[in-house]
């Protein structure tokens, strides 16, 4: 059932069913991912391009374990809809970079690689202009989800078909301000 | 003036210059300190309330990202981006664009913009006239930082983290020419 506003309230117990990745967890694995980053971009200086709107935690800690300089910038992508669970068709932009990225190199910042639908539009549009580089970096991937090949540079949890909430993961819009990833009860899925 | 707003300690940069040049303004403790106290600030004010959290893009994700994982009421979030006011502009040039507006009708709701920094307010402003016509139930402002020197419009903050005097910052998300953005701390230039 989906989530209303007198449930949310009640608070996140009411819909975990158990914690996924504890917070020191995700902490201690953004600082490995940032190293390897900082590392592998030695000498440059990318450009994070995050997807609106579930990135948006994982990004502001990870560009703080970085120790190179680095760019930032935004994307958001609609594709299904407000409420809409399934991913699919074909994604509209609405707010496009601020930068241009032609010659730069661009890491994509994600919260989660599902289907790959939207993914695979982002990196086919980065594409077409022209980027010295261009990969992506994700927090969570589902691979048993896939159904687009996406290239994946970065991932910092591979997790089974369950669904999950938390820091920057929603549920019906709720809870994702936790600072830790949860699976929710079956109930509520 | 609301107690947090009254209560906004006044910081000076150090004489001292770090090692990369910049002066210290304010160090990541005192910074994760007084995100704890507006988070419980927010808690106790919008107890039973639905809260819809607005970040300003794009320097508002780092304040955004930390002061929601230390909420415990219900809250969802959203993200507008617009255009803020170039300091060399004339009158005719003063009001921001909106570059990604929010997802969903606010009627009825209890919006919390929140902003990484308040300077001549003009950006402000215009953003709470423009959502104020969609009639929220309430309508407050967060902010980390305020330049009190620099205002020319009068901007009601709520939740303030910090004042500051009128000085180039950078860090804990904001940039200087997308430079600094990532540091754990905010500087003065």
């Known amino acids: 059932m989906p989530l209303t506003e007198t449930l949310a309230q009640q608070g996140y117990e009411l819909v975990l069913d158990r914690v996924l990745i504890d917070a020191p967890t995700l902490q201690a ?5 940032g190293a390897q980053i900082s590392a592998d971009y030695a000498g440059k200086t990318p450009l994070l391009v995050c997807i609106l709107r ?5 990004l502001s800690d990870l560009s703080r374990a970085l120790t190179i300089p680095h760019h930032l910038d935004f994307m958001a992508v609609s594709s299904y809809g407000v409420g809409a669970r399934l991913t699919r068709g074909s994604p509209r932009i609405t707010l496009d970079l601020n930068t241009d990225v032609r010659g730069r190199h661009v890491l994509i910042v994600e919260d989660i690689v599902d289907s790959g639908h939207t993914l695979d539009h982002v990196l086919r549009l980065l594409q077409a202009r022209e980027p010295a580089s261009l990969r992506v970096c994700t927090l969570l991937d589902k691979p048993s989800r896939r159904e687009v090949y996406v290239p994946i540079a970065y991932r910092g949890f591979e997790i089974p078909d369950e669904f999950v909430f938390g820091y920057g993961l929603d549920l019906d819009e709720y809870f994702r301000n936790l600072p830790f990833i949860g699976v929710v009860k079956k109930e509520y899925q | 003036m609301s107690e947090l707003q009254r ?6 940069p150090s004489e001292k210059r770090l090692p990369n040049g910049l002066r210290l303004l304010i160090d990541e403790a ?3 300190a007084r995100v704890r106290e507006i988070a419980a600030q927010i808690n106790t004010d919008y107890a039973d ?6 970040g300003i893009l ?13 909420l415990t009421v219900a809250c969802t979030l959203d993200f507008m981006c617009v255009t803020s006011y170039e300091p060399g502009a004339r009158s005719s040039n003063r009001s921001p664009r909106i570059l990604l507006d929010l997802r969903e009708d606010i ?6 913009l929140v902003e990484d920094i308040v300077d001549s307010g003009y950006t402000f402003d215009h953003l709470l006239q423009l959502l104020r016509t969609r009639e929220p139930a309430s309508l407050k402002v967060c902010a980390l930082l305020s330049k009190p020197a620099r205002r020319e419009v009068p901007v009601p903050i709520d939740y303030l983290g910090f004042e500051i005097p009128d000085l180039f910052v950078c860090g804990y998300g904001i940039d200087a020419d997308e430079r600094y953005r990532n540091l754990p701390y905010v500087a003065a230039l």
């Open chain 2, 107 to 112: 009627l009825g709701k209890h919006v919390l």
């Open chain 1, 54 to 58: 579930g990135g948006v935690m994982f």
């Open chain 2, 30 to 32: 005192t910074l994760a």
């Open chain 1, 29 to 33: 694995r953004v600082a490995e991912l």
């Open chain 2, 58 to 70: 794009r320097g508002g994700f780092v304040f955004l990202a930390d002061l929601i994982r230390h």
């Open chain 2, 7 to 12: 209560s906004a300690p006044f910081v000076q």
């Open chain 2, 49 to 54: 309330k639905d809260l819809l959290l607005v």
